[in-house]
């Protein structure tokens, strides 16, 4: 009886649903019979669900019939649901938000369980009540994705943050989700509140700028990400590196940081054949160091090979460019769709070459590569036909190393050491041939072929290089060419004077002659400048001879050097300098204070004093007995010793000094000045007579020498506030300023004298006529000339090319190469200290 | 390896010993003409400067040639308290007397040894200058204590040792001290040879260890740029070497030898280490 008043009551429902809608009533139908296997009541209530649900809403009654059939499946229960969609009825215009939540019932139910589908389906429903969009947000996004792999507790992770951040600061989910998931992935639960609560502040600010933070697309939002990913943070330890490259091929590579972020996949050092470039963070050191030193030795083992490389492109028959940068595309273009798989074989091919190479210049090389490569995590199956027989190669190339064993015929060729780029592209063309590889579609997949510590070759324009014995032919028209490729492409001016330079004007058309022998029509507008100036200092300065080692002989007067004091202070930098380096400040004077008794030692042998002698008091009564008459000097005394030494510090304030710092963090300058606020200060504590002093140039006839604190004057606040005024212009004329320096010594009376030269670059001036040596040479006899008169020169630079001239300058072992400039301000003073141990 | 200056062990002995017959030569491999050149100063009796880098082998070089030419070898190491009458000599009282005692340099002129002042440049320069009058066609030491002189013995060499480096630019010998030497310039031996002394010192020692400790040390001493003091010396791979012959792993014995006491700088140390590790992980 019941059971016939439910029928009609289902007939009825579904009569009214097919005069509403007929595309309705047939899905229904379709649905219908799996829901009825859990009962009439069961059924009725669904189809009643489906009635309301359709006249609340078309869209949100149309949903909820296609998603039921497989939730049903999957959960083989009906109410519940059912239940948790009618909830959907309070809010007007869910309907998206119910079909998100429709769509991903069945994988709630598969992946989380009764349980946790039914927490899934709570939280969505509270951010409904919440703010809607915040609804449709979550809803819309698979369970998988919301989970990460984790379950409930996985969602929760999400949730939790939302909430308070919901709560505290009215941050919405629909703004937060999608990068929340993101950031999880990256960086882990832990990181997701810190990561928020930026952000929070962030929208506070401006909202276009903190939506662009939450999709991670803004610069600081990139930056937290990049702080705080987990793994080798090669941003930090790029000195480590430079040492390693060094060591292991000798000479010096320029490394600069990329613009990789967590976004753009798996992290790899590329190369363009000049520089290599190195992601901010790789997973772990090793893959770090095999990445770096295989990139750079593509460098060093001639894939960027200007003929190797036209080789090659000539066996694919593609155009070669003369000159320039030259693109990959071409070569792979050839394939079409197929083109990344192409790419893989010809990388694995070109890897292994430049891998075996490299394990002659880096014992161990390989086989450190083989295991690190066996301890990678699992390949997707596409990627892993290529990891493998990228591995196998390297075990081929193994046993090739150790027994001179025949070598395989795939990768044979590749192992002779006079292999070439080109050769790598004709066996890669034919494995390619054999086509037993799968194609490769998937980005991730495609990153996932690498080898640890190789990539992708082609993602970069490449620069092919000359030999050493091409270059000869070719060098001219290189030249011409290189400065128009880029403009990142340095240009040959004076280094020092690259930018921010107040009057460089002429500057460039300066360069064409040297001194005042050419180009004197073009200087005169500068010129009379600087007369104006140097009148209004009153005086031409002091002339000092210059060498010409081009005629062999010094030119007299050449150049003349300006003392003058420092216009600018700035006692606010000074202030901020002395707090942020109070630590080491304090560090370095305890260091002082520490060796303070030995400067205090004893004065042996003095005619009075608080104490005996006691080897002088044997040796006089000794002498006397002997029937000599000794001198009566057998007392000791704790003093101050006669001073003994007297130091310059001679800054280099040129315009490079300006510049900012590769690692970030400011500029050299900064440095500098703290370098030289904390020299200062620690000379206080020792005692020692100094002075500081700062120079630049621009021609021959205007060398300004700044004096900033004499060595009779006392560390004033007015010293100090000028060494926070210091700032970088003009060029580098050495020769002048070490020759002035030393003249400034004649005044002190000291045993010793040393005058450290603090400077980030070769001496160049704009007048130098673009030859190098010129001022080389002159800086080299004017250290010679301060020699000679009881003057140390000893030079400390941060120019990492330094050991190419300094040596010729200043002589083996009277210099030092600071390759981390931001150890300047600390390693400043420790340098004096051990100068003058 | 038995050499002259070990016969004795725990006994006062006097500072100036001849070679006896029955002694083996201190262990020396030559690198380049020093012998030679050593050889020659001698017959002349000019003074001679050992300059190089700490742990090259000056020292093991004079005691080996003093073997050589059989003469007693006076070694002073030099300090900053060093004075002229610790190298001259000095009164004692003996009781109501007075006795000069001759110092190491006097005795050596005395006996026509060879007296070799170590790391000179430690010593202060007026301390030094007593040398002086030895250093030239005069051959004579003053004693001015005693208002006497010497006309040094005919075999007696001065040799003094320096190691130029920027941590002694104001420790510089003067200019008049230094012109009165010949001067042998000693660096760290090439790789063959340093591999001969690893496997001559370390008894035992499997070649092809002394070749990875070696070239390993060869790649140590590029990081000398970079903020060492002193290079990876052929002194530390011996010590390495020895390290290992005793037992330990190669790994541990090289960053206990070669690492950790040329630097304090973590960055380097991890370089070094790289290094080391690359050689030895095969």
């Known amino acids: 009886m019941e059971d016939a008043s439910r029928q009609t009551e289902i007939q009825g429902l579904l009569h009214e649903l097919k005069d509403a809608s007929s595309v309705a009533y047939r899905e229904v139908e379709q649905v219908l019979p799996a829901i009825r296997t859990h009962g009439e009541d069961t059924a009725l209530g669904w189809l009643l669900a489906c009635r309301r649900l359709f006249d609340f809403d078309r869209e949100a009654g149309k949903a909820f019939i296609r998603g039921s059939r497989e939730a049903e499946q999957v959960s083989e229960t009906v109410l519940p649901w059912t239940g948790q969609a009618l909830e959907f009825l309070r809010w007007r215009g869910s309907w998206r938000a119910l079909e998100g939540f429709m769509v991903n019932l069945p994988r709630a139910y598969g992946s989380l369980g009764h349980a946790g589908e039914r927490r899934w389906a709570e939280i969505g429903l509270a951010w409904c009540a919440r703010q809607l969009e915040s609804g449709n947000a979550y809803f819309a996004i698979p369970v998988v994705d919301l989970s990460g792999r984790q379950g409930i507790a996985g969602i929760e992770q999400l949730a939790t943050p939302a909430e308070e951040l919901f709560e505290s600061r009215k941050l919405l989910l629909s703004t937060y989700l999608a990068g929340a998931i993101r950031v999880r992935n990256l960086l882990g639960a832990q990181a997701i509140l810190p990561w928020a609560l930026r952000g929070a502040d962030i929208m506070q600010a401006g909202r276009a700028r903190g939506e662009a933070y939450f999709r991670l697309e803004s610069e600081e939002s990139l930056a937290l990400l990049l702080e705080h990913l987990p793994g080798f943070r090669l941003s930090d330890r790029n000195r480590l590196l430079g040492m390693l490259l060094d060591v292991w091929y000798g000479e010096h590579f320029d490394l600069k940081e990329s613009t990789w972020s967590p976004e753009k996949g798996r992290p790899f050092v590329e190369t363009d054949g000049r520089s290599l470039f190195f992601p901010a963070v790789m997973p772990t050191r090793d893959e770090a160091v095999l990445a770096v030193l295989h990139g750079a030795g593509h460098m060093r083992f001639g894939t960027f090979d200007r003929l190797a490389m036209k080789e090659m492109f000539g066996a694919a028959s593609v155009d070669f460019p003369d000159s320039g940068p030259v693109s990959w595309v071409p070569l792979f273009m050839r394939y079409g769709d197929d083109a990344l798989r192409f790419q893989l074989i010809f990388d694995l091919c070109e890897d292994l070459r430049v891998d075996f190479r490299v394990q002659h210049s880096v014992p161990n090389y390989l086989p450190r590569l083989l295991a690190s490569a066996r301890a990678a995590t699992p390949r997707p199956p596409e990627a892993a036909a290529y990891f493998d027989l990228a591995l196998a190669s390297v075990e081929e190339a193994m046993v090739a190393m150790r027994a001179h064993a025949p070598r395989g015929r795939q990768f044979g060729p590749l192992l002779d050491p006079g292999a070439t780029v080109a050769d790598a592209y004709r066996v890669a063309a034919a494995i390619y041939s054999n086509d037993e590889l799968p194609r490769v579609t998937d980005l991730e997949a495609f990153h996932a072929a690498y080898l640890p510590g190789r990539g992708p070759n082609a993602t970069r324009l490449a620069h092919p290089q000359q030999r050493q014995d091409q270059q000869q032919t070719q060098a001219g028209a290189e030249q011409q060419h290189e400065p128009d490729e880029q403009g990142e492409e340095q240009s040959e001016t004076p280094q020092n004077a690259e930018s921010g330079d107040q009057q460089d004007g002429g500057k460039r058309k300066e360069l064409a002659g040297f001194g005042d022998t050419s180009g004197t029509s073009t200087q005169s507008g500068n010129r009379s400048d600087a007369q104006k100036q140097a009148g209004a200092a009153g005086e031409k300065g002091v002339p000092y001879p210059e060498w010409d080692y081009r005629e062999q002989r010094y030119k007299r007067n050449w150049s003349w050097v300006q003392e003058k004091k420092l216009a600018e202070s700035n006692m606010a930098e000074t202030n901020r300098l002395e707090n942020q380096y109070s630590n080491a400040l304090k560090r370095l004077k305890k260091a002082i204070q520490a060796q303070k008794p030995a400067r205090l030692a004893p004065l042996l042998r003095q005619m009075d004093g608080d104490d005996m002698d006691i080897n002088a008091v044997v040796s006089y009564v000794a002498e006397k007995q002997a029937g000599r ?209 | 390896m038995k050499t002259a200056v070990n016969r004795l062990r725990g006994v006062e002995r006097d500072i100036v010993q001849l070679p006896l017959a029955g002694d083996t030569a201190p262990y020396y491999e030559p690198q380049g003409n020093e012998v030679a050149i050593f050889e020659a100063a001698y017959k002349k009796r000019l003074p001679v400067m050992l300059k190089g880098p700490t742990g090259c082998g000056k020292t093991r070089f004079l005691e080996h040639m003093a073997f050589q030419l059989k003469r007693p070898l006076v070694t002073v190491s ?80 001065l040799v003094i040792s320096y190691n130029p480096g920027y941590q002694t630019v104001l420790k510089d010998l003067k200019p008049s001290t230094k012109q009165r030497f010949i001067a042998i310039n000693f660096d760290f031996p090439p790789e063959d040879i340093e591999r001969k002394i690893l496997v001559n010192e370390v008894a035992g020692i499997a070649p092809e260890l002394a070749h990875q400790l070696v070239a390993a040390g060869r790649k140590a001493r590029l990081l000398k740029d970079h903020g060492l003091e002193e290079a990876t010396s052929t002194r530390a791979l011996v010590y390495a070497a020895n390290m290992i012959n005793a037992g330990l792993d190669p790994v541990a014995a090289c960053q206990v030898a070669m690492i950790n006491p040329i630097t304090d700088d973590i960055e380097l140390a991890e370089a070094l280490l790289e290094i080391v590790q690359a050689h030895f992980a095969a």
């Open chain 2, 78 to 157: 030099c300090h900053e308290d060093l004075t002229s009458s610790d190298l001259v000599g000095r009164f004692l009282l003996e009781g109501a007397e007075t006795v000069w005692q001759d110092g190491p340099l006097t005795r050596a002129v005395k006996a026509g040894a060879i007296c070799y002042l170590d790391e000179i440049v430690e010593a202060r320069t007026d301390s030094t200058v007593v040398i002086h009058s030895l250093t030239d066609h005069r051959r004579k030491l003053t004693i001015e204590k005693k208002g006497m002189e010497i006309e040094a013995h005919e075999d007696f060499m």
């Open chain 1, 629 to 837: 008459s000794p001198k009566p000097n057998i007392y000791r005394r704790r003093e101050l010793r006669q001073r003994e030494i007297a130091v310059t510090l001679l800054a280099d304030m040129s315009t490079s000094i300006m510049q900012h710092l590769p690692e970030g963090g400011g500029r050299l300058v900064d440095r500098v000045r703290a370098g030289v606020l904390l020299f200062a200060e620690c000379m206080e504590e020792v005692g020692d007579a100094y002075s500081i002093a700062g120079f630049c140039s621009k021609y021959r006839d205007n060398v300004s020498y700044y004096t900033i604190k004499d060595f009779e004057q006392p560390l004033s606040e007015d010293v100090r506030s000028q060494i926070g005024g210091m700032s970088g212009r003009l060029a580098t004329r050495m020769g002048a300023a070490i020759r002035h320096a030393t003249a400034c010594f004649e005044a002190v009376d000291t045993r010793r004298r040393l005058l450290l030269i603090l400077s980030d670059g070769r001496p160049e001036d704009y007048d130098d006529g673009g030859d190098r040596r010129y001022l080389h040479e002159d800086t080299r006899m004017a250290v010679k000339e301060a020699v000679a008169r009881g003057v140390h020169p000893f030079c400390i630079t941060v120019d990492t090319m330094a050991n190419q001239y300094l040596p010729q300058i200043f002589g083996k072992g009277h210099y030092l190469v600071l390759d981390h400039i931001n150890s300047l301000p600390n390693k400043l003073p420790e340098i004096y200290f051990r100068l003058r141990r």
